[in-house]
């Protein structure tokens, strides 16, 4: 039953996403192509972060679509300014995220190994939204937190060990 409910709000939201997309391109003069929308429901079938390499990757082994690299680019320009994807720039890599009924989260991003991991945290949330701004009104915010992931801190222990014997 969570699966067919689940399901079913993900379509929900495929649905809300589109009409967004239409809604914005009529609104802009942008055309209307089947490439845009195959584009949107790849991004909006991925759980979580995604760089340009696994969009194409995921537009061409699972969605069975082709796509040229250019109008990738475009069309992630034209979901940044219609607000359904946003951007992030981790380190010295660029990822993107769906942002359309997302839950706040923040980022752990390694230093070492680049790896991204999303952080929920209902207290930060909380202490952030409750904090006064003066003369600004919060829309959305990301928090990135950089350091050593777990697996990057045991290879650092185990080379240091190695080099002790």
């Known amino acids: 039953m969570f699966a067919l409910v689940h399901k079913m709000e993900k379509e929900d939201i495929k649905d809300i996403v589109r009409q967004t997309l239409t809604e914005y391109l009529n609104q802009n003069g942008h055309r209307k192509t089947s490439e845009r929308f195959a584009i949107l429901d ?36 034209l979901l940044l300014d219609a607000k359904l994807v946003i951007k992030h720039q981790f380190g010295n890599s660029s990822q993107y995220e769906r942002c359309y009924n997302m839950e706040t989260h923040h980022h752990l991003i390694c230093t070492e190994c680049g790896q991204v991991t999303e952080l929920p945290n209902n207290d930060l949330q909380r202490i952030i939204a409750s904090s006064p701004m003066k003369r600004f009104q919060m829309s959305h915010y990301s928090l990135y937190i950089y350091g050593t992931c777990r697996k990057c801190i045991n290879a650092k222990k185990r080379k240091q060990l190695k080099n002790k014997k």
Do not use: P
Request: no cysteine; proline share 0%; net charge negative.
């Open 42 to 77: 790849a991004i909006y079938s991925i759980k979580g972060h995604f760089s340009m390499e696994e969009l194409h990757a995921q537009l061409l082994d699972k969605e069975h679509f082709r796509v040229s690299r250019a109008t990738l680019y475009n069309t992630i320009d």
